[in-house]
């Protein structure tokens, strides 16, 4: 099972003790096509900048944008099982 699925709620967990908050409802992956890409939103401090994540828990597709406005940088291959520190 791959580690995305296997550890759902952990990765919910983690993402929520590292300050995350849900962002948005459950969007459909452009990847595997399912109502399964979440998006959590993390502001930077006083407010500005932050990371925000999408990751769609079905396939394990992972993006990341960190700042804001035109410096705003997309990390289109994203890991998020490391980046929470998860690997199975």
């Known amino acids: ?18 300050g995350f908050k849900p962002a948005d409802r459950v969007q459909i992956c452009e990847k595997c ?3 399964a ?7 930077g401090g006083q407010g500005m900048g932050g990371r ?11 993006r990341s944008w960190r700042g804001q406005g035109s410096a705003r940088a997309v990390e289109e291959t994203f890991d998020l099982m490391a980046f929470l520190g998860l690997r199975a």
């Open 1 to 18: 099972m791959p580690p995305w699925i296997e550890h759902a709620a952990e990765v919910r967990k983690k993402l929520k003790d590292r």
């Open 33 to 35: 096509e399912e109502y």
């Open 37 to 43: 890409e979440e998006a959590w939103s993390l502001k």
């Open 52 to 62: 925000d994540l999408v990751y769609c828990m079905n396939c394990g597709r992972s």
